[in-house]
């Protein structure tokens, strides 16, 4: 299958400055040429499907690196735990369509519990169900009493989480979720705003703990990632080895030297704390979660503004599934990124081409270059001009994923 994709405004994912009236020649699921019209040369004649751009942006396939597949966006806790695993796994389906169709090829799943997470990404991957490229996480490790250790009264009994208070027992978790299918070993390296019994400037599993999980992931050749907010727990983390800080909160000028040093990531997911304090307790959020998000999101967005000035490497995540943060809705996080200081381009670099090194996929996706998978979306306007645009899902006219055309809004048009 050859496929010419002409008159388009290529944006490729790389920060160079757009290319107009460029040509984009896919070869299977692979893209083959891009650039200039005058410099590439399109194959033409039978068999070779020719789509005329239009004159629209061409951009990479969007990479959201932080996501939760299997929950909805739905604040109302008793709800989501009263459905069954068969419909969760038929909502996450339906989640994945969204995220695709909002022009997400790619997605980095950072924790899901009975095995929706893994058994979806290969769904998709098998071609059973459309959505994005999925890396997942599986269950996310917590101490006692931490962000994963969902409260429930001790006559309950609760499933859903994967508790772990020793280094042998961090270990033994991170083995079996490898054992499951897990991508990344996810761990909770401080509490958080939506778990009402824990600080989220609290140390959750301490250097010892994380060190055994993240020598079994990266002994895999996994990466790991940490749900990390306060200083402690964020130090902690890197000390410990891991390769990204999920939300960040509170980074300190010793913890911005040490990601440098280490090249440790950042993926501060700015809409998970902005729709919690939107929203609010009358939307039905519980009133510890909004307190939490309203005492720390000055904090957090000094620490992004921090971290992107002394030049942390840093991918857009949005913490889909957070109350009102809803699937399918990503590109929200692009526009706040901008809001607190990223440059356009910055946020479409971090939704591409560096969501595509954190996850380790830097040699198949993330911009538009010949020997790369062909993940491409075009978009009605200039994102660069305006970054809101590619919220509007009227706007994103066609989403290729690995060669194969996923969504086709053009219409009438050939
Ligand atoms: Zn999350």
Redesign the pocket.
Request: charged share 20%; glycine share 10%; proline share 0%.
């Given at each position: 299958m050859v496929k010419v994709i002409r008159n388009v405004t290529l944006i490729d994912g790389t920060g160079v400055a757009p290319v107009k009236g460029a040509t984009v020649v896919i070869e299977d699921e692979k893209i083959t040429a891009a650039g200039p019209s005058g410099q590439v040369e399109a194959p033409a004649g039978a068999g070779v499907e020719a789509v005329d751009g239009g004159g629209l942006t061409l951009l990479p396939g969007l990479i959201d690196a932080?996501i939760?597949i299997t929950g909805t966006g739905d604040p109302n806790i008793l709800k989501a735990i009263r459905k069954t695993v068969p419909y969760v796994t038929l909502e996450s389906a339906v989640n994945a369509r969204k995220t695709l169709e909002a022009g997400f090829t790619t997605i980095r799943d950072?924790?899901g519990e009975w095995l929706v997470d893994i058994s979806l990404r290969d769904a998709i991957r098998d071609g059973l169900v459309p959505g994005p490229r999925m890396l997942v996480s599986g269950m996310g490790l917590s101490i006692t009493g931490g962000h994963g250790d969902h409260f429930f009264p001790p006559e309950v009994e609760f499933k859903g989480r994967y508790v772990v208070d020793s280094p042998d027992e961090a270990r033994k978790a991170a083995r079996e979720q490898l054992r499951s299918g897990a991508d990344l070993i996810k761990l909770m390296a401080t509490g958080g705003v939506m778990s009402e019994k824990d600080l989220p400037t609290a140390r959750g599993m301490t250097v010892a703990e994380m060190e055994a999980a993240i020598e079994e992931a990266h002994n895999a050749g996994k990466k790991t990632l940490a749900?990390a907010q306060g200083a402690n727990g964020i130090r902690n983390a890197i000390l410990a080895g891991i390769d990204s800080i999920?939300h960040g909160f509170y980074l300190t000028d010793e913890i911005i030297d040490l990601m440098l040093e280490r090249g440790v990531f950042l993926v501060p997911?700015l809409v998970?704390v902005h729709q919690i304090i939107v929203n609010g307790e009358k939307a039905g959020i519980p009133e510890y979660g909004v307190r939490k998000a309203k005492e720390h999101a000055e904090a957090h967005r000094k620490s992004f503004q921090k971290a992107l000035k002394a030049g942390v490497k840093i991918a857009m995540g949005t913490?889909a599934a957070?109350p009102f943060n809803f699937h399918g809705h990503n590109a929200l996080e692009l526009q706040l990124m901008v809001e607190a200081g990223m440059t356009p381009s910055q946020a479409l670099q971090a939704a591409t081409r560096m969501g595509a090194e954190l996850l380790g996929l830097s040699d198949k996706v993330g911009t538009v270059e010949p020997g790369k998978l062909a993940d491409l979306v075009l978009v009605d306007g200039d994102p660069l001009a305006d970054i809101k645009l590619l919220q509007d899902k009227e706007r994103i006219k066609l989403v290729v994923k690995g060669g194969q055309t996923a969504v086709d809004r053009r219409g009438g048009k050939p």
């Open positions: 932080h939760h950072a924790g749900h999920e997911t998970a913490d957070t």
